[in-house]
């Protein structure tokens, strides 16, 4: 039995948690709270990062959530996720780092900072304008998903792929800390509607971080 | 044929200029500064990054440096470069991210931005407690390197893999701009002066920025 090293609100373990899902992987969740770089954590993965998964039977410590994403893609054939010709899934795997790097960088790594770590890790009050200035960003990042969307079926192209996986987690969190205004994006919210419905992904939108309340509309497709 | 964005000291461009030489894909250089952010540019990709790769036959743009190296790992079977059982090439991909987010972050890009972007585009001096930091990080990745090294006789394992030419490719934009000092890592000296007389690797310390000049040992193997 594989398992996954996480805190609920980790937007790369959610993308892999979907993936695992979509591929019926099963796994059990540990839970690591990477802020306290526990001694033995950091020796799984000196980066201090979650998701990490182990399989002390066959002896395989997987770090990093994009190989651990390729690795699954590598040896569980069901429902393939980087999909398509090559160019597709160069595609695929450009929107992947955009979401990984870009949407985290400007939209949920400040929320979580300001409203999960501080409150939970250091019991200080977020700084207004940094949270002010990621939902900002969140703007501009769900034009371009609308652009994006104009064009095609799905995030990457016509069907589903790890492009979505990865978008999916990383509003998903941002959702939950309050950071996405959903007027005037009727395409990404139509595609994000669907999403919510998923059997892969609804068990993610159940958990909870105690102490901080997701909007009340937040598990509901119809929002 | 391939047309390939880029600067000289870009390290991401420069992990893939070595894999495409290693597969004996030709390609042009075409020189692009991402920090004036050209229109033409930012519309081939949004996050403003080198390398880009296009191919107007094949009507292909490949953006992302680790996407395009998959690319070439799966359109050119010659030299696989992420290679082995499932496992270790989850290894090799875990080392990749390893050198091009956290060695980048903490030593390549402050030397990058302190000792080029503000001398060229700014014409600024540096900040030279940022380059203290810098150059006190790489001291900590070389012993992580040297770590690996005492294990294994290459980066991820017995062969050559993606994880040295993105550890090479960061070690020497940082080594260009005089970040890296190379007293007390033998292991790594030794496995980076191999690395130097490569083919695939040693045209790219040829390479000069104009008015910012590398130390004299630079391009020497026996250094």
Chains 1, 2 share one sequence.
């Not at 993610?204 to 937040?218: D, N, Q, T």
Request: net charge neutral.
């Amino acid at each position: 039995m594989w398992q996954l090293y996480q805190f609920p609100l980790c937007p790369f373990t959610r993308k892999v948690r979907t993936l695992l899902n979509e591929k019926d992987v099963g796994y059990q969740l540990m839970r690591e709270n990477p802020w306290e770089r526990r001694d033995a954590f950091i020796d799984m993965n000196p980066a201090g990062q979650t998701p990490v998964m182990t399989d002390n039977e066959r002896g395989v410590v997987l770090v990093d959530s994009m190989a651990i994403c390729e690795y699954f893609e590598e040896t569980v054939e069901r429902v393939a996720m980087i999909n398509g010709t090559a160019a597709n899934r160069a595609e695929i795997r450009r929107l992947v780092s955009w979401f990984d790097t870009h949407f985290y960088r400007d939209v949920t790594q400040p929320l979580l900072d300001e409203r999960m770590i501080k409150r939970i890790a250091h019991r200080m009050a977020p700084d207004a304008s940094r949270l002010r200035e990621a939902m900002k960003s969140a703007v501009g990042h769900l034009d371009y998903i609308d652009f994006l969307l104009d064009h095609r079926k799905w995030i990457a192209g016509s069907t589903i792929s790890l492009a979505d996986l990865a978008a999916a987690a990383q509003i998903s969190v941002a959702d939950y800390l309050g950071g996405i205004d959903w007027a005037g994006h009727a395409l990404t919210k139509s595609w994000y509607s669907a999403f919510k419905s998923r059997r892969s992904f609804r068990p993610l939108l159940a958990e909870r971080i105690s102490g901080i309340e997701p909007p009340s509309y937040y598990e509901n497709p119809d929002f």
